[in-house]
């Protein structure tokens, strides 16, 4: 009867595990999804970028953290079925969709849909594999801050600028000249206005507008469906409550489809600071005014400047009436600050709300930094705007050695850092030699 049980119960866990997961999803549709990507990569055959894109990438199911792979890792810990490579992902690990070494290789991260949907699966493969493009090229300067892009002024310039990358993106000859030339005097004159900004802003850009733009050229079927999803990654984004950590994917990938269209050779490019806007200008040999500033204001009204203030005060009342109540339990309410150091970020662009001088407010988040993994499913967190602090609720809190948990989140600690409590609120510190 022992035997019979633990078979029963064997057998019930194991079901659960596979309920847990996402059940669309097996390893001979991992070789199917696998084979798509190669063929892209290989179709393309680094005319793009000058090397063949493809390599290695773990498909990862957030829910059960199984992983599939298209080849074994250096470390063995991935284990071979019919071709592909299986394993669980770390618990305390952060999953995101970025280049990450596990097994001691560097590997394309894909968290997989919910839902099944080709493309984004497949793109999401794509823009795993070009960051791992740029970091085995040293084109790859993750740490910026663009804080600014929540202040008013600055999101009413960037909507101005999306708005005429737009309408130079859906016309041709002199129409599609005089808005990118429009699109550059909002730029140029939001940056006289943010001068110290200018090269996070264009380490943003080309670090993820690059990466955007590539997986939706080499992942669209033709120039149609490449030219709609860069479009709807506009849309999508424009409506986001907080740009600071958005906005990078879209004028990065705006900028680079209009060089596209003019013939720009990609591989060109050495520089991770490059700035985008400034080789369109160059691709397209327009000239601007000494102090952008003087013509902006005028030009604002050819692209919908009254709709773009009546969007931000409505967004902004509706932001401040939502955020009263949360503010209080990161500000008053007992609670665990954590120092950031070279924190890496995890999180939905929907998800993030700007707190004026206060910092972000991330409804869920993963990140790891030096002291170790922090995974909020609910209950968010604050976000310093300098990316040097961040505060989690202290409810509920329990600990089990390195391992730390509260209402809707969890953190593992490295095992030469600890968590003290001074009064009533707690900090991560290292620990004293």
């Not at 493009?133 to 600028?161: C, V, W």
């Not at 140029?188 to 670090?207: G, L, Q």
């Not at 986001?240 to 906005?247: D, E």
């Not at 939502?322 to 120092?339: D, G, N, S």
Request: aromatic share 12%; charged share 30%; with cysteine.
């Amino acid at each position: 009867m022992r035997v019979i049980y633990l078979i029963l119960l064997f057998t019930l866990l194991e079901g659960c595990k596979r309920e847990a997961g996402i059940d669309y999803f097996t390893s001979d549709k991992a070789a199917i999804y696998f084979s798509k990507v190669e063929e892209i990569c290989n179709q393309d055959n680094g005319d793009l970028w000058g090397e063949n894109l493809y390599g290695p990438i773990l498909i990862v199911d957030y829910n059960s953290r199984r992983v599939y792979s298209n080849v074994p890792d250096a470390d063995g810990i991935l284990k071979s079925k019919d071709g592909i490579y299986t394993g669980l992902y770390p618990r305390e690990e952060v999953i995101s969709n970025y280049a990450v070494y596990f097994g001691n290789t560097l590997f394309a991260m894909a968290p997989l849909p919910r839902e099944e949907d080709p493309y984004r699966i497949i793109t999401r493969c794509l823009h795993g594999l070009f960051h791992c493009f740029q970091i085995r090229n040293d084109l790859n300067l993750a740490d910026y801050n663009t804080s600014h892009m929540d202040e008013k002024t600055a999101r009413l310039y960037i909507k101005l600028e999306w708005k005429a990358l737009e309408r130079a993106i859906r016309t041709l000859g002199e129409t599609r000249q005089q808005a990118i030339r429009d699109a550059l005097v909002f730029r140029t004159a939001r940056r006289e206005m943010y001068p110290s900004f200018k090269e996070d802003e264009n380490k943003f850009e080309f670090h993820e507008g690059l990466t955007t733009f590539t997986y939706s050229f080499l992942g669209s079927d033709d120039h149609n469906s490449y030219t709609k999803h860069i479009l709807e990654n506009l849309h999508r984004l424009y409506a986001v409550r907080s740009y600071a950590r958005s906005f990078g994917f879209t004028s990065g990938s705006l900028y680079a489809y209009l060089l596209n269209e003019e013939g720009f050779d990609f591989k060109t490019i050495k520089d991770p600071m490059a700035d985008l806007g400034e080789l369109t200008r160059e691709a397209y040999v327009i000239s601007l005014p000494e102090i952008s500033r003087d013509i902006a204001g005028s030009l604002a009204f050819n692209y919908d400047l009254d709709v773009i203030q009546v969007e931000e005060k409505e967004s902004e009342e509706a932001t401040r009436d939502r955020l009263r109540k949360r503010i209080v339990q990161y500000t008053e309410k007992p609670v665990v600050f954590l120092e950031l150091e070279s924190p890496n970020f995890s999180f939905e662009p929907e998800d993030i709300d700007p707190v004026d001088s206060l910092g972000v407010i991330y409804q869920s988040l993963r990140v790891s930094d030096n002291w170790g993994k922090l995974s909020i499913d609910e209950g968010g967190c604050l976000v310093s705007n300098n990316l040097k602090f961040m505060r989690v609720p202290a409810r509920e809190i329990k600990t089990d050695k390195n391992h730390i948990s509260g209402d809707g989140w969890q953190l593992i600690l490295d095992s030469n850092w600890e968590m003290v409590k001074v009064e009533e609120n707690f900090y991560i510190q290292k620990l004293l030699p």
